[in-house]
């Protein structure tokens, strides 16, 4: 048989249709238009609503054994948790009226000191509450802004605490607003004493920026150790005298220096506080200095001799 008259086509049954390249560029097509068409007018969020509706319940039945196990996980890890704080609640509940005893005796106590001493009763430090907005956009600076000011009868130099303790001063007053240096700042100061040892000395913020204070100028062979409480000494006629400030964290004592250098930790949330206390400068309820008394010269007294 000739080569010639043999057919070359295949058979029907291997007929594939057009080719797989075609079928990928007509699909391809396709999707995307259906996705341009779908951001643009939602074809298909009835298709979607309908098939959601459809398949909740058997999603639902599929997911009640889940919820089964960890809701009876939870009930008994909430139910540890809550005898656990319960029991921590009890505990400090103890602890504190223990404290709050023995601090109504002691007020007893130093009142009745004080009136046999006839000395003055403590000033009351008066405040009001605000909120911190933002950190001020000095990157050099430890500052906040709060919502308070002149307004509100916020004044130059008022101290600022929050429910841990003593948190900066404001140092920028504003009708609607203030600025209020952090004690963590490099130009803070503040006078401060030695709740162990009642040793008076100053706080400065770290001018390395580590976020916390030091204790300059002290003798290496100060008492001083790890762990020490260091309160508001009220001298400064700025702060009421008790309010925490730091603790000790590091003490070092070098043989080469006669100071030692002394970390402190501040005591205050400096770095995540939200409302703050804005008391008013103890200064300002305390009475005016007598004036000078002013002395004569040597050179009028000759003149009043003769």
Known sequence: MPLGTLDRNPPPFFKQGPSALSRLLFFSALSLFLMVADVRFQITQPVRAVVSTVLYPMQWLALQPVRWIQGGSGYFESLQQAQVVEEDARRKLALLSQRASQVEELLHENARLR??????????????????????????????????????????????????????????????????TLVIDRDFAIPVLNTRTGARSVAYGDSLGSGGLELRFMPANADVQDGDLLSTSGVDGVYPPGLQVA?????????????????????????ATRHVMVLSPVGSQMPPRPQPVEVPAAGSRKGARK
Not at 116 to 125: E, G, H, M, P, V
Not at 145 to 158: C, M, P, R, S
Not at 248 to 266: G, N, Q, Y
């Open 115 to 180: 009136g046999l001493l006839t000395l003055n009763q403590r000033l009351q430090a008066q405040g009001q509450a605000a909120e911190v907005l933002y950190d001020a956009p000095d990157p050099y600076t430890r500052r906040v802004v709060i919502d308070k000011g002149q307004l509100k009868n916020v004044q130059l130099g008022a101290p600022v605490i929050d429910e841990a303790g003593v948190l900066g001063q404001v140092t920028r007053v504003e009708p609607l607003m203030a600025e209020v």
């Open 247 to 271: 603790r000790v964290d590091k003490v070092e004592r070098r043989a080469d220096s006669a100071f030692a250098r002394i970390h402190c930790l501040p005591l205050a949330l400096v770095s």
